[in-house]
């Protein structure tokens, strides 16, 4: 319908031009012959008037007639009028003598127009049309002279409809010829009451014509039709003209040639239009109806519906219906791709958290519907942060990729899931009794050999947690949380094995849950507080130092032992906040104390590893007072696991500031001589484990006494934990121990106690 319209609009255009066109030429055409026709019809008449004048001045120059005419010798005179009527071809002659008397035949009126007409002219004659009774009349005077003026020739010539319609043949196209008049009003008139709007077109354009004095071919509406007229003002005797020549062409016979040319147009017109419909018509079938049939597909691709057009043909919207196909595809492809993402990791292609859950709940729930059981597997790497730490995680990545391959051969068939760094699951919804025990041996066997991995090998190892739907839990996450703990309880056991889930363990873990929460509390309550336990010097038998334990006071439980909730504090990062309250409280109750006693602090390998914690213990001493020199940190070899060098550089910062060093637990763990030859210690500490067996193993005093010697040599003071008899001090006063510290000597006191005992300073066997 667009194209059909703008086709009829241009086409429209187009016969409007070409109407306007064949107008103009017509038109111009028109007046090109009206302006010709008035030049033939001024050469007619010029030819015509000199001829009577001719013939008029012929019979003036007569001596007979003008003998006879100046006798007043009637019959001759008429003889001679016959003559000249027959030779010029005039119906009408006069003879006009000079005292008005006319001579010859004719109507009234033309004898009067004769009468009067001679003597309105000059004495030469001449050529006017006068206005008669009932038409215009042309007359030619010519004077008679006999040598003087006697009387004229008067040529008397009505021009009636004859006349003009010899005039009209004269002309190439048939124009219409009329002569206007001037009525009794004073308006022009032809005489025909057909003229439209009462001669007012017929006036305008004679009026134009005078005032313009000149004649052109003008449009008019004469006889009730429009046409092309041109007005001719005719001779007149003097003044203005009394008849005017129109000259008239209707414009529909002017047209009347070109209407084959307009037929002919709008025939074509119309074919095109009958084109145009059968064309759109084939375009909507060829191009809007495939159009709507993609517009349909799109929406159907937009709402989710992935779909394809047929392909017809070889032209633009067939290759558009290809290009959408393909693009169908592409979103398929990656939908799909975004779909798998979004369930699978990607770094192993294993399912991830999300479609695991989802694959968990459904095995669960066909489980419980079918009556039967599944077992849920959580796996953890043993040790994999090491292999990040030393190779990379590049090297780590590779790593992982390697025993998820593995992990989904060894599992033959169950779903394996990564859950999110080296932690895996493992789901067995074909469940069989003592399936899972020999899946999660078959794992932990295999991923004990050495991976090779971008050319290294590495040794692995595993832990892994079982628990069984919906014996454990129906819920899914329930039992995840199961399987979580049960995997705890096998790292706990030594990794590298596995363990079912119990209820025990889940009682465990709400306990340990409940704990933190009471520790938060403890720690925002002012729950914990800090005994001292002295430390004897040997030398003088005299407390050296005081070493700081926290204690944490439930107000339901009571005394609540360190090695409950230390671990606790650890593991969910409390000991950050728990030890850096110690450490500001025991500078705070050191400053109460007499002398130069020190105050010993443990920190905890977490804490270490905190780069503020030296900008704590500043702010401790800066706020308590406490001079660098009276305290003295505590730590195990263990802080040495992580970054060794910025270990160090911690070590000697502290050590800088003048705060003494110790290290705790001496000999238990691996590289202990290492760390003394890398850092002089002010103090090694020796484990309870060697004190308690001194007088019982010769191993054990041969130890001891190594460790004092090393201590004595490398200019650091020994600290002997655990003494509870008598025997034990001995020998270690043998060996020549420092200090020692122990129940024999003495508990830990509260802090209130502390001034009293120093104030006492009873030696080492009464304080016993």
């Known amino acids: 319908m667009l194209y059909a319209g703008l086709f009829v609009l241009v086409l429209g255009a187009l016969a409007i031009v070409g109407q306007v066109l064949i107008a103009n030429n017509a038109t111009r055409a028109v007046r090109n012959e009206l302006a010709a026709s008035s030049s033939v019809f001024d050469r007619i008449w010029a030819l015509r008037a000199r001829a009577l004048a001719d013939s008029a001045d012929v019979l003036a120059r007569d001596f007979g007639f003008r003998s006879a005419v100046a006798t007043g010798d009637r019959p001759t005179i008429e003889s001679a009028l016959a003559n000249l009527r027959k030779r010029a071809g005039v119906a009408t002659v006069f003879i006009t003598m000079e005292d008005g008397s006319v001579i010859g035949d004719g109507p009234a009126p033309l004898r009067a127009l004769a009468r009067d007409v001679p003597f309105r002219m000059d004495e030469a004659g001449g050529d006017a049309v006068v206005s008669g009774e009932a038409t215009a009349v042309r007359m030619i005077v010519a004077p008679i002279l006999a040598p003087t003026q006697v009387g004229f020739v008067v040529f008397a010539m009505p021009i009636d409809a004859a006349d003009l319609q010899a005039l009209e043949r004269l002309s190439s196209i048939p124009l219409t010829a009329v002569v206007a008049r001037r009525d009794g009003a004073g308006r022009w008139t032809t005489g025909d009451a057909r003229d439209a709007d009462g001669g007012a077109a017929l006036n305008s354009l004679v009026s134009h014509a005078l005032r313009q004095r000149r004649s052109a071919p003008e449009p008019i509406r004469l006889a009730d039709e429009d046409g092309i007229a041109l007005a001719k003002p005719l001779p007149a005797i003097a003044g203005a003209p009394e008849a005017v020549l129109v000259l008239s062409y209707p414009m529909a016979k002017a047209m009347a040639p070109f209407r084959s040319l307009q037929v002919g147009i709008l025939g074509a017109g119309l074919l095109g239009l009958l084109l145009v419909l059968l064309g759109s018509v084939r375009l909507a079938r060829g191009i809007a109806e495939p159009i709507a049939v993609l517009d349909r597909a799109a929406r159907a691709l937009e709402a989710g519906e992935f779909t394809k057009v047929p392909i017809q043909g070889h032209d633009e919207v067939s290759r558009l219906a290809v290009s959408f196909n393909a693009m169908s595809d592409g979103i398929v492809l990656r939908e799909n791709h975004i779909a798998h993402l979004a369930f699978h990791d ?138 979580d703990l049960a995997l705890y309880r096998a790292k706990q056991d030594g990794r590298g094995n596995y363990r079912f889930f119990e209820p025990a363990l889940d009682a465990a873990a709400r306990k340990r849950r409940q704990m933190e929460l009471d520790l938060r509390d403890a720690l925002a309550n002012g729950q914990l507080s800090l005994d001292f336990q002295p430390i004897y010097s040997l030398s003088n038998d005299a407390i050296s130092g005081l070493e700081a334990l926290l204690r944490w006071r439930h107000p339901e439980q009571g005394l609540i032992s360190p090695v409950e909730f230390i671990p606790v504090a650890e593991d969910t990062g409390l000991i950050q906040q728990i030890g850096e309250w110690v450490i500001h409280e025991a500078c705070r109750q050191a400053m109460t104390w007499p002398g130069t006693l020190r105050v010993a602090v443990n920190v905890s390998p977490l804490q270490f590893r905190n780069t503020g914690l030296a900008d704590i213990i500043v702010q401790a001493l800066a706020h308590s007072g406490l001079p660098p020199s009276r305290l003295e940190i505590e730590i195990t070899e263990s802080i040495f696991l992580g970054s060794t060098e910025t270990t160090l550089a911690m070590l000697h910062h502290l050590r800088a500031l003048g705060i003494r060093i110790a290290l705790d637990d001496f000999g238990t763990g691996y590289s202990s001589l290492s760390y003394l030859r890398r850092f002089p210690f002010d103090k090694i500490k020796i484990d309870r484990s060697f004190v308690t067996d001194i007088n019982l193993t010769q191993s054990a005093a041969a130890i001891v006494h190594a460790i004092v010697d090393l201590a004595r040599a490398l200019g650091m003071e020994t600290t002997a934990e655990g003494v509870e008899d008598e025997a034990q001090l001995a020998e270690l006063r043998h060996q020549g121990c420092s200090s020692i510290q122990g129940f024999l000597l003495s508990r830990p006191i509260h802090a209130d106690d502390v001034v009293t005992m120093v104030t006492r300073q009873p030696g080492t066997r009464r304080a016993a």
């Open 346 to 483: 990607s770094l192993t292609g294993l399912p991830n958290r999300v479609l695991f859950r989802e694959q968990l709940d459904a095995a669960l729930r066909t489980a419980c519907r079918r009556g039967t059981q599944m077992a849920l597997l959580c796996l953890d790497l043993d040790g994999f942060k090491a292999v990040n730490d030393t190779l990379g995680h590049p090297v780590g990545d590779a790593l992982l990729r390697e025993l998820s391959a593995i992990l989904e051969a060894t599992a033959n068939g169950a779903l394996v899931s990564r859950l999110g760094g080296d932690e895996f699951a493992i789901i067995l919804s074909d469940y069989a009794e003592g399936r899972p025990r020999l899946l999660a041996q078959a794992i932990l066997d295999r991923v004990r050999r050495p991976v090779a991995v971008a050319g290294h090998q590495i040794a692995t190892g595993a832990s892994i947690g079982i628990a069984i739907g919906p014996t454990d839990s129906d819920d899914p996450d329930a039992l995840l949380k199961n399987a």
